[in-house]
């Protein structure tokens, strides 16, 4: 920047380096790869730069911690990954990103213009491949808007419903000269609710008699999250998250009213029902949050059916009134959105506050006590056990499976951004995300859970920790099964067991063969001793948990499943 404030600097470079430098302009910290021949250009343009880099061992991995880091920080996530198989392999990433509404770009190196269209050494067109499952996905086909490009896709990424990008990099662009000059970097907008609007929401809320709230999705950040708390408090009105978002609301707060995610506290549920206002902030309702497009009326209700009336806020106006019939719809990101509903005046009279007494009742009964579980490990106590041990600020990530069931039950995230988890359900999430908030934060206590067949979908990024001295503590839950298809295989065809068991490694001795810390725990009590030591080795570890494929679920037995 030059003495007047203006972004003078006009430069020779390759557009690999103006590439990295408008990286560095937008503030990333880390970028997440798997390296390839197609973007060395890039490789060597971040050789000097002040970005760390995070070498993963298989593309999948590499792009789900960069969809991790933007959950986490909310800024945008970068990966790198190559041409043809790198990308195919990466967009397990971007499909999270895409459901979880996490802004990510992913750069893919592509093959040399000049023979483009021959179906030459790994040539895809990224544009048709990822469309479906991005925001904007692209070519870049000129050197010289190398900067443009970058500036849009980290624009595209985060503004609105945030989401994933995918740019492809043509090996010849990379290297090609481009004399440009540095520009600021143009911020995100963050578009606010109107008063009339606002007006209208608290109208709503003074006449209901059976009011919550129910919020979700990105874009969120502390202040926000305080922002929703002190609304709540004001107008004692109960809260409850969206799947696989409960750090946005304090589950100690007496005004939390539980989590509507998959296998939800059943009363949870019918107290939704019975509500006659559901003020939605941030999320868009999802088939999980909606139980399966039950709770809300859309255009293929039963018109006898009674819903409770909806007040939608969201960031992408393509989302209000989308899937449910919305009475009030506002255009509004979740911080403008918080600091609006914070702004409400306060009634000076509330009707409704047995009704968040209860909810919040219902929420520490339904994960107050270990459900019992077959076997000599019950999984609740273990949740139990970790609720109570680890910090308040520690890191909870995980994958997906019937295992995840214990966290959400038993689990109570007190502080932000303390849960990474993919709501699209993808396996194979928890690992890399806990590599990436270790990453970011080595102070941190970073602990990733999975299943045996969750695990064993990335596991290999225990090396990319062991790698960079990253001490998270992994928890590999093992019954040898399929948990969450077995399930469903005992309700839809019971007895008939097909393709749903596994034979499984030792999980101790392949973090020791890592050069990590590998622990087995085959009964419930020993389970404090076994973490304790993995914090104390100061190393990746694992711990290796046993438990009896009979307790499929909290409070389930594969026999009462079979017998029903």
């Known amino acids: 920047m030059s003495a007047d404030g203006s972004f003078a600097r006009t430069t020779t470079r390759t557009s690999a380096q103006v590439l990295v430098d408008r990286l560095i302009a937008h503030g990333v910290t880390h970028v997440f790869c798997v390296p390839g021949e197609s973007y060395l250009a890039v490789l060597d343009a971040l050789h000097d730069a002040a970005i760390e880099v995070i070498v993963c061992r298989q593309e999948g991995g590499a792009a789900m911690m960069a969809e991790a880091y933007a959950k986490a920080t909310g800024r945008v996530g970068v990966c790198f990954v190559t041409r043809g198989p790198g990308a195919t392999n990466a967009s397990a990433g971007v499909h999270v990103a895409q459901q979880d509404s996490s802004p990510m770009i992913l750069f893919v190196g592509q093959v040399d213009q000049g023979v483009r269209g021959r179906e030459s050494f790994q040539e895809m067109d990224y544009a048709q491949v990822f469309g479906s499952m991005s925001k904007w996905a692209a070519e870049l086909d000129d050197a010289g808007r190398t900067g443009e490009y970058v500036d849009r896709a980290f624009h595209t990424a985060a503004s609105g419903r945030p989401g994933p990008v995918v740019i492809a990099l043509p090996k010849n662009v990379l290297t090609g000269p481009v004399k440009s000059a540095d520009k600021p970097v143009s911020p995100v907008a963050e578009v606010a609710p109107g008063t009339a609007d606002m007006a209208r929401l608290r109208k709503m809320l003074l006449d209901a008699r059976r009011p919550m709230i129910l919020i979700g999705g ?321 190393l990746p570890s694992i711990i290796h948990v046993k438990f009896d494929s009979e307790g499929i679920a909290p409070g389930k037995t594969l026999s009462d499943i079979r017998g029903r």
């Open 218 to 538: 990105s874009r969120w950040d502390a202040d926000a999250r305080a922002a929703i708390h002190r609304f709540a408090e004001r107008f004692d009105v109960p809260v409850m998250n969206s799947y696989r978002r409960a750090p946005l609301f304090d589950a100690r707060d007496p005004r939390y009213g539980g989590d509507l995610g998959l296998a939800p506290n059943p009363k949870l549920a019918a107290r939704v029902k019975a509500c006659d206002l559901v003020i939605v902030v941030g999320t868009r309702i999802s088939e999980i949050t909606s139980q399966g497009y039950s709770l809300f009326a859309t255009a293929n209700s039963d018109p006898g059916a009674v819903h409770p009336k909806l007040v939608h806020l969201h960031p992408s106006a393509e989302e209000l009134g989308r899937v449910f019939a919305t009475d009030l719809a506002i255009q509004a990101s979740p911080r403008a959105a918080a600091a609006a509903l914070d702004a409400l005046e306060a009634p000076a009279e509330i009707g409704w506050s047995e009704h968040t007494r209860d909810a919040h009742a219902d929420s520490l009964a339904w994960s107050g006590r270990a459900t019992p579980q077959p076997g000599d490990v019950n999984l609740a106590e273990v949740m139990i056990w970790l609720r109570e041990a680890l910090p308040m600020d520690a890191v909870i990530c995980n994958g997906s499976g019937n295992f995840a069931g214990w966290i959400h039950r038993f689990y109570r995230f007190r502080e932000f951004g303390t849960h990474l988890a993919s709501t699209s359900a993808s396996m194979g999430y928890g690992v890399p995300a806990a590599v990436a908030m270790q990453a970011i934060d080595r102070s941190r206590t970073v602990v990733s859970i999975n299943g045996d067949g969750d695990f064993l979908m990335n596991g290999q990024e225990f090396a990319t920790a062991v790698q960079y001295n990253l001490p998270i503590v992994v928890l590999v839950f093992d019954n040898s099964v399929y948990g969450t298809i077995r399930m469903h295989q005992e309700r839809a065809y019971p007895g008939r067991v097909s393709a749903t068991t596994l034979k499984n490694p030792d999980f101790a001795a392949y973090a020791r063969a890592f050069g990590g810390f590998g622990a087995t725990v085959e009964r419930t009590e020993d389970f404090p001793a076994a973490f304790d030591a993995a914090r104390a080795s100061g």
